[in-house]
Each structure stands twice: as structure tokens, then as C-alpha cells.
């Protein structure tokens, strides 16, 4: 009986990983390529908003990858504080650049949006400052991770801090929603709801967001194994000083 | 724990002006305020609360790195950690000294404050609470984050970018109550968030700081 506990041996990871990953690449571009150009070029103007309502096949997906990034530090932490694997440790690690970059694409894409349509580039609106704040917490975690030395007590230290970011995360998020009207649209997607968009954007912009999902997991896979070479090649190094 | 107290305390009012520091700090961004947004009493009035609110959290900040940092050079912190004392207990105390000695001083500067910002009389009583209540959110989130940098070696760059995002619900809630209290507004719904903040933190952190800071002793 396998379970999933045995890739937590890097080698199993890595062997894995490295079979599986030209596929998700391949499929996380063919998915982005398709879902861009079609939404891009194959599907009408919004009747309100022209051309410009074309950017929600990078700015909801980026923003989607973005949390869930956070979701998968805050998941890998936990593993890492209970079981003490070292690749949830290094793939919580992987994960934080990647989602950090996600965190500015929405950012930056929704403020590109934002000026032809609210007639401003940013607004202190509930989702957009939690949006900073969840930028400013990645920073934070990434800062963190290259400050201390110690390979073990690094990953101790972010993974707590992960754990109490999240909480904190969370309750930025409830407050800045006390704090300020917003001007953001509510949630466009929802599983139970019977149509979310009309068929003609929603169909691109699910295959673009599988595209930015197979793209983060591709990412996150190779950020991964190169930590764990990295730290392989430190130990044999710090052997052969040694003999 | 009372002895463990005393001697923070003590330590921060004789050793170096740590005690003083955070004070003349509040005070210092209070003044350069006005030379910033200019002199307009009713400009001032609008935004007094929130200066307030941000100058007691930057000064907050500003002594943070002095809770653990000088246990951790003299190794007393590793007798702490080998005493009967739970360092649950050692972060709890460790944030209460760091309250009563720049906490409350803020909060009993802050009024003297609001009259150089021509702050509203109603806003006083508003500001006073929401200050008491939600200062030793702040020590204590500060402890945790003292307590992640504590073996840096340049840690008090790291500790302002970890801590000051924790810090924004505490100052959201806090701040927009001051500002209700300005306004003559309601302000019981933003008071009891802050209160529930401020009690969940200290709580729950004490916790995390001591993970982290057996962790940091390892």
C-alpha cells in the first residue's frame, strides 16, 4: 500500500517529479496558449466594458494562484511542524517567490483595469488592500526564509510564521471590509452557482486557469528539486572538506 | 514571574534610556505632522486620531528589538529557558514589562498630544480606550516578532517588515474607532472587535513566541 508520505523522501520526489514534469509543462502552456488566445481574440467585447474586460483571463487566475499559494505554505508548513519532512519544508519555500510574483500580476492587472473603468488606478477597496497586505505578508515569509542561516531553524521559524500570518491574513481581510466600502465587483466565480459569466468568457477562462495552475504546480516542482540539489550539493561539499 | 517582571521593568527605566526613547519618538512624529500636512486646525482635527494611532505604533515598534536582544547577548535568556518558568510564561511577562514601560506611556501622553493636533473634545475618551485596549495587542504581537529575530544579527530591519503587517487589524479597528469618537459616532462595534483582537492575541501568541523562541535557542 502506497501511501503519499513517500515522496517525503527526496529521492522518490525527485525521480517522480522528474517524470511527471515535462507533461505539466507542456500541458501548463499548451492550457495558457489556448485559453489566452482564444479569450483574447475569439471572444466579443463585453457590451459595458469593450476590450478592456480581456485582461480577466490574467487578473482572476493570478489572483486565484496567488491565495492559493498561500493555501499550499500554510498546508506544507503544517506537514513540516507535525511530520518534519524536509521537501514540505523546501516546497513551502519553493512556493513563496512564485506566489509573491502572482500576488503583483493581479495587483498589476487589476490597476491596469482599474483606470479605464473606475477611472483610477488603485482605490483603498477591501480586496486590493487585502490584496497589499497578503504582498506584504509573502515579503515578510521570503525575508525571513534568506536571513537566517541554519537550514532547520529557518524552516521552523517561517513555518510559524507562516501559521500566525494566516490567522492575521484572514482577519486583515474581515477588517479592511469593516473599514472601507468596496469598489471590486463581488466573486464572479462560484462552484454552485447555475451560470457564473456568460459561456463565452467562462470556458476561456476556466482553460487559462488551468493553465495558471499547472504553471504554479510546474514551478513549484522544479523550485523544489533545485532546493533539494542545492542542499545535496552543500552536504557533499561540506563532506569532502571534511575527508 | 513577578521577579522576572520587576527586573524587565527595572532594566528598562535605569539601563540606557530605552524607557524615555519611545516616548520622545511619539512625540517627535506628532510635531513633524503639522510641518507635513501644514497648520490648518480643521485639517488636523480630521486626521489627529489616526497620527495618533500611527505614532504610538511606530514607537511601539521602535523598542521591540530590545525585549529579547539583550537576554539573548548576556545569555540570560538561556536561564530563562532552563528555569522551572514555561517560556509561555517568560513571553507573556516579557510583553507586559514592554507594555507598562511604552505602552501605557503612550497611552497617557496621547491626550496631552491630541491638543498640539486641536483633536475634537469627543474624541478624547474614544482615543484613551482604544489606545488602553489595543496597545498590549501590539506588545504582544511585537514580543512574537522579537522573538523570531532574536539570533539575527541584523535583525531590526527584518522585525518592522514582519511585524508591521500583523499589526494592521489592531490599528484598523483601533484607529476607526478614535475616529467614530471624533465624528460623534457609534463606536461599540469596532471597540468590542479590538478587545477580541487584543485578548486573542494574548491568548494564542504566547505560544508562538515561546515555539519560536525554543526554537531560536536550539
Known amino acids: 500500500m502506497s501511501s503519499i508520505w513517500e515522496y517525503a523522501n527526496p529521492k522518490k520526489f525527485i525521480d517522480t517529479t522528474d517524470r511527471i514534469l515535462p507533461w505539466i509543462s507542456v500541458l501548463a502552456v499548451v492550457c495558457l496558449v489556448v485559453g489566452l488566445v482564444w479569450g483574447f481574440f475569439f471572444t466579443p467585447d463585453d457590451f459595458r466594458q469593450g476590450s478592456t474586460v480581456k485582461i480577466i483571463y490574467l487578473h482572476v487566475p493570478s489572483a486565484l494562484m496567488a491565495i492559493n499559494a498561500w493555501l499550499m505554505m500554510l498546508v506544507t508548513s503544517i506537514i513540516w511542524i507535525v511530520r518534519r519532512h524536509h521537501v514540505s519544508a523546501l516546497a513551502a519555500r519553493a512556493a513563496a517567490p512564485v506566489g509573491v510574483v502572482m500576488t503583483l500580476i493581479a495587483l498589476a492587472t487589476g490597476a491596469i483595469w482599474g483606470q479605464p473603468m473606475w477611472g483610477t488606478w488603485w482605490a483603498w477597496d477591501p480586496r486590493l488592500t487585502s490584496f497589499l497586505i497578503l504582498f506584504l505578508f509573502y515579503l515578510g515569509y521570503i525575508a525571513l526564509w534568506e536571513a537566517i542561516e541554519n537550514d532547520d531553524t529557518a524552516a521552523d521559524l517561517t513555518s510559524i510564521l507562516c501559521l500566525v500570518g494566516s490567522v492575521f491574513a484572514l482577519l486583515s481581510r474581515y477588517a479592511v471590509n469593516f473599514w472601507n466600502q468596496g469598489l471590486h465587483q463581488g466573486a464572479s466565480l462560484s462552484l454552485d452557482k447555475e451560470e457564473n459569466v456568460h459561456d463565452v468568457f467562462y470556458y476561456p477562462l476556466l482553460v487559462s486557469i488551468a493553465g495558471f495552475v499547472l504553471l504554479f504546480i510546474a514551478l513549484v516542482f522544479l523550485r523544489t528539486q533545485t532546493e533539494i540539489r542545492a542542499r545535496r550539493m552543500r552536504a557533499l561539499m561540506a563532506r569532502e572538506r571534511m575527508g | ?218
Open chain 2, 1 to 218: 514571574m513577578i521577579a522576572l517582571l520587576t527586573r524587565d521593568i527595572r532594566l528598562a527605566i535605569r539601563a540606557g534610556g530605552g524607557f524615555g526613547l519611545g516616548l520622545a519618538f511619539f512625540l517627535i512624529v506628532v510635531v513633524l505632522v503639522p510641518f507635513g500636512v501644514g497648520p490648518q486646525s480643521d485639517l488636523l482635527a480630521r486626521i489627529a486620531a489616526g497620527v495618533l494611532w500611527i505614532g504610538a505604533l511606530l514607537a511601539c515598534l521602535l523598542s521591540l528589538d530590545r525585549i529579547f536582544a539583550l537576554d539573548w547577548e548576556d545569555g540570560s535568556l538561556d536561564l530563562l529557558a532552563t528555569a522551572p518558568l514555561p517560556m509561555e510564561a517568560v513571553a507573556i511577562v516579557k510583553a507586559l514589562a514592554h507594555w507598562l514601560t511604552t505602552g501605557l506611556p503612550l497611552v497617557l501622553a496621547a491626550p496631552v498630544l491630541g491638543v498640539l493636533l486641536s483633536l475634537p473634545a469627543a474624541g478624547y475618551m474614544p482615543l484613551i480606550v482604544s489606545l488602553l485596549l489595543g496597545t498590549p495587542a501590539l506588545s504582544m504581537i511585537g514580543t512574537f516578532g522579537a522573538a523570531l529575530t532574536v539570533g539575527l544579527k541584523r535583525g531590526g530591519l527584518l522585525l518592522s517588515l514582519l511585524v508591521l503587517p500583523l499589526y494592521v487589524p489592531t490599528l484598523i479597528f483601533g484607529a476607526e474607532m478614535a475616529r467614530r469618537g471624533v465624528d460623534g459616532l457609534d463606536y461599540g462595534t469596532p471597540l468590542l472587535m479590538l478587545a477580541g483582537i487584543t485578548c486573542g492575541t494574548i491568548a494564542l501568541l504566547p505560544f508562538a513566541a515561546a515555539a519560536v523562541l525554543r526554537v531560536n535557542l536550539r
